[in-house]
């Protein structure tokens, strides 16, 4: 999070940031937000916002369940994901 | 209202591969150069381009540009601009090398040379025989690519500001370019950037259909801003499509497929391929197999309760093949269908995949517009390259590999005329007029006064759904018609948009309302220019102008051998004559596109 960053800014923003090269990303993280709406904690804030470092090929990769995540921080928002 | 100003020799919009190539030239070049990107560079549609770069190296077996240029002209079906296409052929060695210098890692030979593969319509001796002239790095080709230019340009010095999006052009009385009106996503500030030189490279805009291979950022923000500025669209009309994207959402799925034994069925179950190519079948061309999907949903035989796809069956292949051969499309179809392959057949439909058209330019990348009686002059101050650009290398329909050439040689080429014009100039920046500024700000006033009117979702739908079905890959003049009185309808709901939330910081609803606004001038270029061209060429197929021994696939040169220039102002359209005359070797004649 940011500093002096409210709540909201922070989804938005995170919201941006899935706006990906990809369309099989956008098409996931669009039913994931439908899904968890404003809902988000900020554990899975800060899940989320360290999954869309990673480089798109390697995030669809990870949400088409082709491959696993090894790191338990993201574990449980790459399932989120799956299950969207 | 005064709004801060941000002053720069260049500033170029987008960040995908072309932004970032044209970029790189000014920067290396000394220039003050401001890139503005919607998204982090490395995230732009660029990344997705898989098959690779056409360059005519040789390095496998024997090549030309020359062949690679006759391969280009005749993809087009002859409406590219041959000096384009010359220059594009001839320029793909050097670019790619340089590209290769800037540590792009390209597959290898064992020798050690650029490894090359053979790609749809790439021959060798004018068409004989597939070459091998596609350059990639495994199937992360665009995003290598990306990876290497945006590291050069950090190293260059260019300035960006990522989660910028660019509002307007700023042009003065004499026509001449002076800059953009841009938002801070994060802050919600409008700022005009003051340039010599304004570089559009904001890609393609193939979100105007519902069913699209593009990621939700292909909004086509140059094309929209250009119109509104009185600068003409080129050829909207051509759009490449893929006859199988799954239905609903768009997303590719391959035409492999096909190959290991896929079959097309309609809503009784009928394999409908064997009626319209008895021989080839299921495996017959793209625009066939397209052509004839769109004919069994048109006569009422799609599936679903709208009756609005077909299904692709492979249902009686050995899951073993599925599993081993075709992985990715199971993970897709399972994602995006909601349907395992294995078990029941997933629902398709033509998806479009890539825009031919785009902002007038030449060879040098600068965007050219009617000015008296010449009907290509140069707009001062402004230049486009790549998918938003319409050189015209592409034509009437692009061949694969050769759309990362372009954005490669005409950002190099956008960017080196760029740099002489900035150079050359010996005056200061000019005044920014304060009427272009008020024109951005009025637009995003409006966003956030206006109480009641149409959703943005809604309206976005509406238009998509208008496209797919009025002017998508098969098109029909009553058809067309219609689609231009249901397009000026939703255009009317897209200028009373209202969106619920007015907050300043990163304001998707607000973004995605400017984005729609883009949109809308494309889908209505698209569907008036396609309404008006009466015959078939390349991607631009008409019911009513078929394949006949007089005019072969329907193409009509004696009356529509011509560019389309579409202008906002009054939806009027004029045309251009194609260049067919080449920079130093001779034409390429009209013949019949055949493969």
Request: with cysteine; glycine share 8%.
């Amino acid at each position: 999070m940011r500093p002096e960053e409210d709540r909201g800014a922070r989804l938005r923003r995170l919201r941006w940031h899935c706006r990906r090269a990809l369309l099989e990303l956008d098409l996931v993280f669009q039913r994931f937000w439908r899904q968890a709406g404003d809902d988000l904690n900020d554990s899975d804030a800060a899940a989320l916002e360290r999954l869309l470092e990673l480089e798109d090929h390697d995030l669809w990769e990870l949400a088409s369940g082709r491959r696993d995540t090894d790191d338990p921080q993201l574990r449980g928002i790459v399932e989120r994901l799956r299950q969207a | 209202m005064k709004i801060t100003k941000r002053t720069f020799d260049a500033v170029i919009v987008g960040a995908g591969g072309a932004g970032l190539r044209a970029a790189l030239q000014l920067s290396e070049s000394g220039l003050k150069t401001a890139v503005l990107t919607k998204v982090f560079p490395t995230r732009s549609h660029t990344v997705a381009a898989q098959g690779g770069v056409a360059a005519s190296l040789g390095n496998s077996e024997e090549d030309h540009w020359h062949w690679h240029m006759y391969d280009t002209v005749k993809g087009s079906d002859w409406l590219g601009d041959q000096d384009a296409i010359e220059f594009m052929c001839r320029k793909a060695n050097e670019v790619v090398i340089e590209l290769e210098h800037y540590g792009m890692p390209f597959d290898r030979t064992d020798a050690g040379k650029i490894y090359q593969r053979p790609f749809g319509g790439h021959m060798s001796n004018f068409g004989e025989k597939p070459v091998r002239r596609s350059c990639a790095a495994a199937d992360r080709t665009g995003h290598a690519m990306l990876h290497a230019l945006y590291q050069r340009n950090v190293r260059a010095n260019t300035q960006f500001f990522v989660e910028w999006m660019a509002l307007d052009l700023i042009r003065d009385a004499e026509g001449e370019v002076l800059g953009v009106t841009a938002l801070e996503m994060e802050t919600g500030e409008i700022v005009a950037f003051q340039s010599k030189a304004t570089i559009f490279a904001t890609g393609g805009a193939g979100r105007i259909y519902h069913s699209s291979t593009n990621a939700f950022i292909n909004t086509g923000d140059g094309l929209g801003m250009a119109a509104r500025a009185g600068i003409p669209l080129e050829d909207m009309e051509f759009w490449q499509f893929h006859p199988t994207g799954v239905a609903g959402a768009g997303v590719l799925i391959t035409e492999g497929v096909r190959g290991e034994g896929g079959i097309l069925r309609n809503s009784s179950g009928e394999r409908f391929m064997e009626r319209y190519a008895p021989n080839a079948k299921d495996l017959a061309s793209r625009d066939v197999v397209s052509r004839a999907m769109v004919t069994e949903i048109n006569e009422g035989r799609g599936c679903g309760p709208n009756k609005d796809f077909v299904l692709l069956d492979i249902t009686h292949l050995d899951p073993k093949v599925i599993m081993q051969r075709l992985p990715g499309i199971r993970e897709i179809s399972i994602q995006f269908a909601g349907t395992d392959p294995i078990k029941e057949p997933i629902p398709v439909v033509p998806t479009c995949h890539y825009q031919m058209g785009g902002i007038p330019t030449n060879y040098s990348g600068q965007v050219v517009a009617p000015r008296g009686s010449s009907m290509s002059v140069a707009v001062p101050g402004f230049y486009a390259a790549g998918e938003c650009a319409c050189a015209s290398v592409h034509g009437a329909n692009r061949l694969g590999t050769n759309s990362l050439l372009d954005l490669l040689v005409f950002g190099k080429s956008a960017g080196e005329t760029a740099v002489e014009d900035v150079k050359k100039s010996t005056k200061a920046h000019k005044d920014l007029p304060q009427e272009a500024i008020e024109r951005t700000l009025e637009r995003i006033n409006r966003l956030d006064t206006q109480r009641d009117g149409a959703g943005v979702h809604e309206s976005r739908l509406a238009m998509q759904r208008t496209m797919q079905n009025h002017c998508g890959v098969f098109r029909f003049a009553d058809k067309l018609k219609e689609g231009v009185s249901k397009i000026l309808d939703v255009q009317k709901d897209v200028q009373r948009t209202v969106i619920k939330d007015k907050s300043k910081v990163f304001n998707t609803a607000r973004i995605e309302a400017l984005e729609l606004e883009n949109l809308i001038e494309v889908a209505v270029a698209t569907m008036i220019s396609a309404e008006a061209r009466k015959e078939s060429r390349g991607a631009h197929v008409r019911d009513d102008a078929p394949d006949t021994a007089e005019r072969p696939n329907g193409r009509d040169d004696q009356n529509w051998l011509k560019h389309t220039l579409w202008f906002k102002e009054g939806n009027r359209l004029d045309y251009k004559s194609v260049k067919l005359t080449p920079l130093t070797v001779p034409t390429i004649e009209l013949k019949k596109r055949a493969y």
